[in-house]
């Protein structure tokens, strides 16, 4: 499948000697896996070419697939390739220097409302950018290389952004390409224990979330988590974003919403919004967000608009429940 594209892509990576990787802010496993993946895939099968990731944000909870490259100056973006994964519009590409690069390569799966990059792969029926980069290798195994350090990041990839292989963007092709990864031998144990174990005060946290939460009459779940929670937890931002999984397993709630409040102290609320079977995207892009049909962000700037946004998401919620069968 589109393997015109990926032609193209494999040959810019021959040409140049020095690539640089790029992804998007508050990296996820997704992100971090591919840029890693596609990295160590260039690094293994081209030995002397030059493959940087230099971004200055990183993930707590995905600490354990090392750190990143150091700064460079500005000079030495010249004349260099720049791959951009998982990143749909360029305003959120975390490193902004991959304006200095001589070309760049676009490939991700979420939708292309904003292209962009001399070269674009986007395939927004993928599970993963990791499932493209694997596919990719795949295309080209009789010349590419693929260890089993990339395996791990890749696989990493696959596992967090398709939630353990359930949502719905999984295919025949996503199992049968995490399999390939499988097949190098990835401790899978210590990944799940590494992406999976919680620490006591997130227990606590939990305990406090399922007190907390509220459920609409049409079945919208939502909690609201501002700052004097976070720091009474004790949680970092990234962890009192999560909780928003905290929600995905009530009966009849279709959509969920969590709202956190955010350290700029502007008052400006972090909007993750998560849905099975309906759409959410539509909604967050009427908050200054997008993404996924069952998996968006986006932002407000006021408790008003919060309970807007939680107003609109529950008639979604009765329109849909009064249109369709089967949700649950
Ligand atoms: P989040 O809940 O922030 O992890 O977002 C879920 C999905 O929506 C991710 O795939 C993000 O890439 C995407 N997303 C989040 N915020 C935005 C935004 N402002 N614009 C476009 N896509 C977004």
């Not at 590494?194 to 939502?222: I, Q, S």
Request: hydrophobic share 35%; proline share 2%; with cysteine.
């Amino acid at each position: 499948m589109n393997r015109e594209v990926k032609e193209q892509i494999l040959s810019k990576i021959k040409e140049y000697g020095r690539i640089y990787i790029f992804r998007h802010m508050r990296p996820d496993g997704d992100c971090l896996g591919g840029s890693k993946g596609l990295k160590a895939i260039i690094k293994e099968s081209f030995p002397e070419k030059e493959v940087y990731i230099i971004d200055n944000q990183s993930s707590e909870y995905l600490a354990f697939l090392g750190e990143d490259d150091g700064e460079v100056p500005d000079e030495a973006y010249a004349d260099s390739l720049a791959i951009v994964v998982d990143t749909s519009d360029m305003d959120r590409i975390s490193n902004q220097k991959f304006k200095l690069c001589k070309e760049v390569i676009k490939i991700d799966h979420h939708i292309d409302h904003t292209p962009y990059g001399d070269i674009s792969w986007v395939e927004d029926w993928r599970s993963s950018l990791c499932e493209m980069i694997v596919d990719f290798y795949d295309t080209f195994s009789d010349e590419l290389k693929l260890n089993r350090e990339a395996a791990l990041y890749l696989y990493t990839g696959m596992v967090t952004d398709s939630g353990r292989f359930r949502y719905s963007g999984v295919s025949g092709m996503t199992m049968r390409l995490a399999g390939l990864l499988l097949d190098k031998g990835i401790d899978t144990e210590t990944l799940y224990a590494n992406l999976y174990l919680d620490d006591w005060d997130n227990y606590k946290f939990k305990a406090y979330l399922y007190e907390t939460m509220e459920r609409t009459e049409n079945g919208v779940a939502y909690l609201y988590i501002d700052r004097a929670t976070q720091e009474k937890y004790n949680l970092s931002f990234e962890n009192a974003s999560a909780s928003v999984s905290s929600m995905d397993g009530i009966k009849g709630c279709i959509c969920w919403l969590a709202f956190i409040e955010n350290p700029s102290g502007d008052g400006s609320i972090r909007v993750r919004l998560r849905s099975r079977f309906m759409a959410v995207n539509t909604l967050a892009e009427q908050y200054n967000g997008g993404g996924h049909a069952n998996a968006s962000g986006a932002t407000v700037y006021s408790r008003e608009e919060m309970n807007e946004l939680i107003g609109k998401a529950d008639a979604m919620v009765k329109e849909y429940k009064e249109n369709n069968e089967g949700w649950l």
